[in-house]
């Protein structure tokens, strides 16, 4: 006897949800058939403001399109408006563009890591990895005066320089750092309890991985080795770094690549601070934006498109910007068919959902 | 006996200090380089509405005529633009946050008396400065001289009169 379908709604407002995402899940039993992503629940215009605000001003906004990827939507914009108008940032500018950038995506993965921890139910483990998040966070502070929204972008450069001093003092904290997502690691990739949640939960092969446009690590979790910053923006091209990739294509996967970039991340910043050289961090601007560029960038969740055209006037024309996550439902959709019930929260986490960078 | 990894890390964390500051019973510490709120020194404000200008969420207004300083923390957005832009250097950046509240309160400053005694007297010289010019213009013309190039002369000496008093009162 066939079975009795029946349609469960998930969101948009569920304990495991940072952020409003809908999803109309359609089951079998305790299995998922399918399932029917629905976004918009959170949409502000904010792309449309850059008709309203100074080309200079609109840096703020772009800033605010997210709170965990603050810093990368703020350096987006700015270096698409620099190539419009052929700026060539300082080389100290640039790095510490990196190294806040490198110190953003460890934040949102250490955060990611927590998240995961209470969607799989392990709230001591949410908490220690949060714990070490703050760390991070502290160091944001020091560097820029701001915990979340950092405002130290701007074109041309950076607002303000953040001195030797301070760069020096990141290394024993980035030590602390590592030396606790180690303990936390142990309990994320070998204990039995977290591995019967994640081994095996959501599998998602290359090729659907390729063929769903799918970003970040997400699909690097899929063995696909795809990673912007290998494009060499900002000072990338000068430290060295592998992509990291895992053939796991699970939960477990996505867990390991996001805990790898973590130490990776730290490595970038320790090169960063060795080579970093002492220079003026901001180089003036004239006259306005006339043009169109189009840009990629590696976010903690994947890359990132960003499209300004520009008329030669105060105010832009128009922004668009295509965020990972946006990539990814698709694949979610994917991957939850044929899950349990009680593994979609987890499924829903591994994507890193960011839906008000999705919906702007 | 992989399952006493992280019971390991949890019995450590027993005998340590808590991780978290206990808010509100002490008192929450703040980074030196935080950016916590805006501050105006209304003993150096000469009112110029610089700030205004630059505040990219329109948070500041500066009223001339009642030479106050009024700003919306509900509306600020902590960027320290206008701290960057003062002239005067009379913005500052506290590093404690924005006090909370109920309701949207607008923050109203009046300028310090010395400050107010001070821009008048600047007014007062300007003023000063301004009516001898027009004086001194009108002497001319009463005196019926037409020689163009003297005019030219005159004229431009008013205008930079003009322009330096007008520098001061701004």
Redesign the interface.
């Known amino acids: 006897m066939a079975s009795k379908r029946s349609v469960i709604p998930f969101g948009p407002q569920h304990p495991v949800l940072p952020e409003p995402i809908h999803i109309d899940l359609i089951t079998e039993d305790e299995k998922v058939v399918e399932a029917v992503p629905s976004i918009g629940f959170v949409h502000r215009g904010l792309e449309h403001l850059v008709t309203k605000?100074d080309f200079g001003?609109m840096v703020?906004v772009a800033e605010?399109i997210c709170g965990i990827c603050s810093f990368g939507h703020g350096y987006g914009y700015v270096n698409a408006v620099e190539h419009i108008m052929g700026i060539e940032p300082t080389q100290r500018a640039k790095y510490i563009r990196t190294l806040l950038f490198e110190l953003s995506r460890m934040h949102s993965h250490i955060l990611w890591l927590g998240l995961m921890a209470d969607a799989f139910g392990f709230e001591?483990?949410f908490m220690?990895t949060w714990?070490h998040r703050?760390r991070v966070l502290?160091m944001l502070?020091?560097?820029?005066?701001?915990r979340v929204?950092f405002?130290i972008m701007r074109l041309g450069g950076l607002?303000k320089d953040v001195p030797d001093e301070i760069l020096k003092s990141f290394l024993p904290e980035l030590d602390k750092i590592e030396e606790g997502i180690r303990?936390?690691e142990?309990?994320f990739l070998?204990?039995?309890?977290v591995l019967s949640r994640l081994k095996g939960v959501g599998y998602l092969s290359k090729e659907d991985a390729i063929s769903l446009g799918c970003e970040g690590p997400f699909l690097r979790a899929s063995g696909v080795a795809r990673d912007n910053r290998m494009r060499g923006y900002a000072a990338y091209k000068d430290v060295d770094f592998d992509i990291i990739t895992s053939d796991d294509g699970d939960s477990y996967g996505r867990c390991y690549v996001r805990i790898q970039e973590i130490y990776q991340s730290a490595s970038i910043i320790r090169q960063c601070i060795e080579k970093i050289p002492d220079e003026g961090i901001y180089v003036p601007i004239k006259g306005f934006p006339n043009g169109e560029y189009m840009t990629v960038i590696e976010q903690p969740r994947g890359g990132a498109c960003y499209y300004v055209h520009a008329s030669g006037k105060k105010f832009i024309e128009r922004m668009r910007v295509r965020t990972p996550t946006f990539a990814n439902i698709p694949a979610l959709a994917k991957t939850l068919q044929g899950c349990d019930v009680a593994d979609v929260p987890i499924l829903v986490v591994t994507i890193d959902p960011c839906i008000s960078c999705t919906e702007r | 006996m992989s399952f006493v990894n992280f019971t390991k890390t949890e019995l450590k964390n027993l005998f340590k200090k808590p991780a978290t500051e206990k808010y509100p019973e002490g008192p929450a510490t703040y980074k030196e380089t935080t950016r916590g709120h805006i501050v105006n020194n209304m003993d150096t404000c000469v009112l110029c509405s610089v700030c205004q200008m630059r505040c990219p969420t329109r948070a500041i207004t500066v009223d001339r005529k009642a030479q106050t300083w009024t700003i919306r923390p509900f509306s600020c957005i902590q960027c320290r633009r206008c701290v960057d832009n003062c002239p005067k250097k009379s913005l500052s950046m506290a590093k404690e946050y924005t006090e909370p509240d109920v309701t949207r309160t607008e923050k109203v400053f009046a300028l310090s008396d010395r400050q107010k005694a001070a821009l008048a007297e600047q007014a007062r010289r300007a003023a000063e400065r301004a009516a001898a010019a027009m004086e001194a213009k009108k002497k001319e013309m009463a005196e019926g001289k037409k020689d163009e190039t003297k005019k030219d002369e005159t004229k431009k000496d008013e205008t930079k009169k003009e322009d330096g008093a007008s520098d001061q009162t701004s």
């Open positions: 605000k001003e703020y605010r001591s483990l220690e714990k703050e502290d502070e020091w560097a820029t005066g701001g929204i405002s607002r303990a936390c142990k309990a070998s204990d039995p309890a």
